[in-house]
């Protein structure tokens, strides 16, 4: 590896909620450098979120995260020429950052209504434990429990 590993960088929290998570996530759904149409479209399926539910939305939000957020994924290794999916136990930030990822596709893989209503409902779905970004994370966990038998390659 050359060169110094880049130095962390804290991130300030949001102007809204002053959190941390919804800062990430606006950074997540930023595309092109656009911080402010991101902001928008999140402060928009927050309002969304609190119209319908009556519930907080930074609430909603944060039980989205936790409910899509994996705690098994399986890794790709090379062991006397087979590969085999080990299944790895998933670090916290990756965990939020696999999450995360996993709302937005879902949220930009329905079509027929604006950004922030398919994220409104992505994000009601996965606080409710259903929708795609569910389902996504039920697909990794059972890889890695389909998997087990070869978790004594992990290192």
Known sequence: MRG????????LPDQKFS???VAKFINYLMQDGK????KQIVYRAFEI??????KDP???FLSA?????????VKSRRVGGANYQIPIPVRGER???????????????????????????ELL?????????????????????ANRAFAHFSK
Do not use: Y
């Open 95 to 121: 965990r939020f950052n696999l999450a995360c990822r996993w709302i937005l596709t879902a949220a930009r893989g329905k079509h027929g209504s604006p950004m922030f209503e398919r994220l409104a409902r």
């Open 35 to 38: 911080k402010t149409i991101a």
């Open 65 to 73: 995260i936790k409910n899509v957020s994996p705690s098994l994924e």
């Open 125 to 145: 779905a996965a606080a409710s434990n259903e929708g795609d970004a569910v389902k996504k994370r039920a697909d990794v966990q059972k890889m890695a429990e």
């Open 49 to 54: 979120i609190q119209e319908k539910e009556q």
């Open 4 to 11: 110094k590993k880049a130095p962390h960088r804290d991130l």
């Open 19 to 21: 959190n941390i998570q």
């Open 58 to 60: 930074l609430e909603t």
